[in-house]
């Protein structure tokens, strides 16, 4: 039935236009019984790598591209109009297998059809040439697109969206709620009128105006480089330097010993000392936290883990002291973990006050379900444009390719069967994949190696694009169409990778 249902809307690729073999790189190849993918169709049948990356074609736009814009972080320059489905394509006809995804952005393909058939669509074309001020100027179809996408998907127990830009516009409006929320609280409720000492001192950066108030997050945190996520970010100095930051609290957060199985007491410990942390900040830090914000895997910061107990130990701290808890799921969210939104895992009592999302989503915002997060009066979280509706109908059509095809339970699947291959790969090859985790939670799995960045780059010439994060940690973000036979691939490149 799923392969009749697949089917149905994406076409499935022939068998006879799938060859017994596939050529990962020069001189190495391996079969299988399956090509291609299932759910889009095009893909090419495995890598193919004709030169080295970056090739000659390559080199020359990358030298046009330094010209008019900075390419020191570049990863690779991509030829999209060549790519397809799982596999990302340069200029000079190189096809690499891609669990990087755009770092975690991609969610079902390059140039999938569906998507591409909403893009056509008359729809999307009135949404992009007639941009709208969506608070002054909204379409008289805004509430069905969101209804019908964006909140369609919505976490458990929130019912109301605030549509952004980015993950950090997601997140920076979400510490304004929350802002906002606390010193509406402090004066009674909405109906209570700011005061005229309030007014004069906001305009002078001064209290109480400007309230003394912070944002609590954690060490390794990443939420953001704007100005007030950037103060909540601790995953790189780099992120960081010469930019002013506020004086906001940050908790260490639980660092676990894998296999989990082996360290439970440990761990547990860890995590009970890093909940005693966050509270004694509630508590005592002299810039009194209104929320606490938290991803539910340190994903920048090298693929961070703690235990579903951990996180509902969070979720009664912000209940017991009165504050906020803000998950970030920009880089979790949309079925990555095996379930749509990761905090689902945690099987939280009282759902988030607050959940922030963007990358495969492609739009961005924060969903709520307090009518008190919305502020008191028109203006104050608002912006020219507060989202993009061209985005928010691409999230839909994002959401019906999912549904469809059910690709958070493939997903789910899949991440299990690849988890597996490679707890046998890191007995085969000690100290290549140290701290296997991400057990049960989908593809969004990640390791340790003790020479990343070249087996990264390695990874190139063996046909797969791959990211890293952390100080060491090698971290796999396959798009949710990712199969059993990718898996496969994947594992075959990585090997080759170590023990070449």
């Keep these: ?92 006809g190189n096809a690499l297998l891609d669990v990087y995804a755009q770092i975690a952005s991609i969610p079902v393909g390059y140039n999938n059809p569906a998507l ?27 509430a069905d697109v969101l209804e019908t996408g964006v909140l369609k998907v919505a976490p458990k127990g929130l019912n109301q969206v605030f549509t952004g830009m980015a993950g950090s516009d997601a997140n920076e ?87 989990l199985e082996e360290h ?48 509902r130990g969070l979720r009664a701290l912000t209940k017991k002291h009165g504050i906020l808890l803000i998950v970030d799921e920009v880089q979790t969210g949309v079925g990555a973990t095996g379930k749509f939104w990761a905090h689902e895992h945690w099987d939280l009592p009282d759902p988030p006050d607050m959940v922030t999302f963007s990358k495969k989503a492609q739009t961005a915002g924060y969903y709520y379900g307090d009518p008190s997060l919305r502020p008191n ?15 928010a109908l691409l999230f839909r059509a994002i959401i019906d390719v999912i549904q469809t095809h059910d690709l958070v339970t493939n997903t789910a699947r899949v991440g299990d069967y690849l988890f597996s291959k490679l707890e046998e790969l890191s007995k085969k090859y000690p100290g290549q994949f140290e701290n296997l985790r991400g057990k049960g939670q989908g593809t969004f799995i990640a390791f340790d190696n003790p020479k990343r960045d070249e087996f990264l780059k390695k990874a190139k010439k063996f046909g797969v694009n791959i990211g890293g994060s952390g100080e060491s940690a090698v971290r796999l973000r396959p798009m949710l169409i990712f199969e059993k036979h990718h898996a496969d691939i994947l594992l075959a490149a990585l090997e080759k990778v170590v023990s070449s």
């Design 264 to 311: 439970a007491e440990e761990n547990a410990q860890a995590e009970a000392d890093s909940l005693a942390e966050v509270e004694h900040l509630i508590k005592n830090y002299h810039v009194p936290p209104c929320a606490v914000v938290v991803e539910p895997i340190q994903s920048e910061g090298g693929d961070n883990h703690a235990s579903p107990a951990f996180f």
């Design 116 to 142: 591409g058939k909403t893009a056509k669509s008359l729809d999307m074309v009135t949404a992009l040439i007639n941009r709208p001020a969506l608070g002054n100027f909204p379409s008289h179809d805004w």
């Design 1 to 92: 039935m799923a392969a009749l249902r697949h089917g149905a809307v994406l076409r499935r690729l022939s068998a006879a236009s799938r060859p017994a073999s596939w050529t990962l790189t020069r001189g190495f190849s391996m079969s299988s019984a399956r090509m291609g993918s299932s759910f889009v169709s095009g893909e090419p049948d495995a890598p193919i790598v004709k030169t080295e990356i970056p090739g000659p074609v390559s080199k020359e736009h990358i030298a046009k591209l330094t010209q008019v814009f900075d390419t020191r972080s570049l990863n690779m320059i991509a030829d999209y109009t060549k790519s397809a489905g799982n596999y990302i394509v340069d200029p000079d």
């Design 173 to 259: 409006t979400a510490y304004k709620a929350a802002f906002m929320w606390r010193r509406q609280r402090d004066r009674g409720g909405p109906a209570v009128e700011f005061t005229e000492e309030e007014m004069e001192s906001s305009m002078l950066n001064q209290t109480p105006g400007a309230s003394e108030l912070s944002i609590l997050s954690f060490k390794t945190a990443f939420h953001g480089r704007l100005f007030g996520t950037l103060s909540t970010t601790r995953s790189k100095p780099i992120h960081k330097l010469d930019i002013p930051a506020f004086d906001w609290p940050h908790a260490t957060f639980p660092l676990l010993k894998y296999p």
């Design 377 to 391: 009066k028109p203006y104050r979280q608002f912006n020219t444009w507060m989202g993009d509706p061209a985005r």
